[in-house]
Nanobody, 125 residues
Framework: QVQLVESGGGLVQAGGSLRLSCAAS????????MGWFRQTPGKEREFVAA????????SYANSAKGRFTISRDNAKNTGYLEMNSLEPEDTAVYYC??????????????????WGQGTQVTVSS
């Protein structure tokens, strides 16, 4: 089992940047693939990016490609989502999640086993 805690959210102007962190505790962090999702009121949780347990492969939603970068530091048990060129449409609660099929990229929220509590990102125009 793994526990996840996000941090790094906040208020930023359009065009700005934020780096979200996801601190993991519990089992060996590299045993888990990780993903970032986001959710706005009344909408389903939306895939943003994912990374395998070793960090060798990544995947991005079209909305994130070229602007966001997912990474991880297994020695620090921490995952990251670097977000650049932020737009008001990126405003959401961002969640990190983990699943045990560490070699696989999964993009569906229901396939993830563990979730953090979320961190609010607000982008002003």
């Amino acid at each position: 089992q793994v526990q996840l805690v996000e941090s790094g959210g906040g208020l930023v102007q359009a065009g700005g940047s934020l780096r979200l962190s996801c601190a993991a505790s519990g089992r060996t962090f590299s045993s888990y693939a990780m993903g970032w999702f986001r959710q706005t009121p009344g909408k389903e949780r939306e895939f943003v990016a994912a990374i395998t347990g070793t960090g060798s492969r990544t995947s991005y939603a079209n909305s994130a490609k070229g602007r966001f970068t997912i990474s991880r530091d297994n020695a620090k048990n921490t995952g990251y989502l670097e977000m650049n060129s932020l737009e008001p449409e990126d405003t959401a609660v961002y969640y990190c999640a983990a699943h045990t099929a560490s070699a696989f990229i999964l993009t569906v929220a229901a396939t993830y086993d563990y979730w953090g509590q979320g961190t609010q990102v607000t982008v002003s125009s």
